[in-house]
């Protein structure tokens, strides 16, 4: 149970929003709940791999988004608000099957990942363009 509640923490992590007024810094912290939550769906797909949004240069980063348009960084801000209730919703589903006795959850959490990276992939160009 305690295992479940942990979990249960890491994606509620997903929706709570630092309280900082600075869009980047929430977005930011968005994706790194994410990738806690990839770690449970990757398990519960059976694969080792699970997707990183690591910014190789967060510096680079920060600065490409404060220098971008303001249509660019609201793109970024709701590309990291749709990857959080994919993953969210994603997770909180595949939970509940499991623990409904559904026996093979992997193939659904398999997909779940795959749109996450193809999502954080998306996102994150935005940022490098």
Excluded: W
């Amino acid at each position: 149970m305690s295992i479940y509640r942990r979990t249960m923490s890491k994606i509620d992590s997903i929706t709570v929003v630092n309280g900082q007024d600075d869009p980047f810094a929430e977005s930011v912290a968005r994706l790194k709940a994410v990738e806690s939550v990839v770690g449970l769906v990757a398990n519960m797909a059976g694969s080792p791999e699970s997707a990183s949004f690591a910014m190789t240069d967060p510096d680079r980063m920060e600065s490409a988004y404060r220098h971008s348009f303001p249509m660019t960084q609201k793109r970024f801000d709701r590309g990291c608000d749709d990857l959080a209730v994919m993953a969210q919703s994603g997770a909180k589903a595949l939970l509940q099957l499991n623990s409904a006795g559904r026996g093979r959850v992997d193939i659904a959490a398999q997909r779940l990942m795959r749109e996450i990276q193809m999502s954080g992939r998306l996102t994150l160009d935005l940022l490098k363009k």
